[in-house]
C-alpha cells in the first residue's frame, strides 16, 4: 500500500518578495550572485512552482520519490509577477525522502503556455537536505515554457540542466 503524504505550501509574504526583487537588483547591478542566494534560501524550498506570467496560475502538482511513493500531491495558485502584496512562490517543504530520481508533474488549469500546460520530468536529488527544484512558469525561454530545474541556491536556478 502506498502513503500518500502532502506538503503545506509555504506562501511567501510581501515583504519576503520585495526582498527577493530588492536583493536582485542590487546582485545585478553589483554582479554578484551571492546576496540572491542568501535571500532565496530564506525564501524557497524543496519544490517551488514560480508565476512568471501577467495572471494567476492555477493546477496540480505530484511528486514521487524513488521508491515510487507520491511525496507531494497537491492543488496551487500562484498569484502574478504583478499581484499586489501575494508572492508569485508557492513552495513545499519536507518533500524530499533519499537521494534519487524523483518524477515531477505539475499541470496548470486553465491555462496553456507557449502551447504547453503539464510537464512531466524526472529529477535527480542526490543531497537531499540542500537541492531544491524550481518549476517555473512563463520562463521567457519560448523552447522551454515550464522551465524546470535543480540546484543548491537560487543562482543555480537559472542555468539550464539535464532534467530529461
Not at 533519499?98 to 518524477?103: D, V
Not at 531544491?132 to 536556478?157: Q, T
Amino acid at each position: 500500500m502506498s502513503q500518500h503524504t502532502s506538503s503545506t505550501p509555504d506562501a511567501v509574504t510581501r515583504r519576503r518578495a520585495v526582498a527577493i526583487g530588492g536583493s536582485a537588483v542590487l546582485a545585478s547591478t553589483a554582479g554578484c550572485s551571492t546576496v540572491l542566494d542568501a535571500v532565496g534560501s530564506r525564501v524557497l524550498e524543496e519544490v517551488n512552482v514560480l508565476n512568471q506570467l501577467t495572471h494567476e496560475v492555477s493546477g496540480s502538482i505530484e511528486v514521487t520519490d524513488p521508491a515510487g511513493e507520491t511525496v507531494l500531491d497537491d492543488s496551487f495558485d500562484v498569484p502574478s509577477t504583478e499581484s499586489d502584496g501575494e508572492s508569485n512562490v508557492v513552495a513545499y517543504a519536507d518533500v524530499w525522502t533519499t537521494p534519487g530520481a524523483y518524477r515531477v508533474e505539475m499541470e496548470l488549469t486553465d491555462t496553456v503556455v507557449g502551447g504547453v500546460s503539464r510537464v512531466d520530468r524526472r529529477v535527480s536529488i542526490d543531497d537531499t537536505e540542500d537541492e531544491l527544484v524550481a518549476l517555473s512558469v512563463g520562463s521567457g525561454d519560448e523552447s522551454e515554457p515550464i522551465a524546470v530545474r535543480v540546484g543548491e541556491s537560487f543562482s543555480d536556478l537559472g542555468r539550464p540542466n539535464g532534467t530529461g
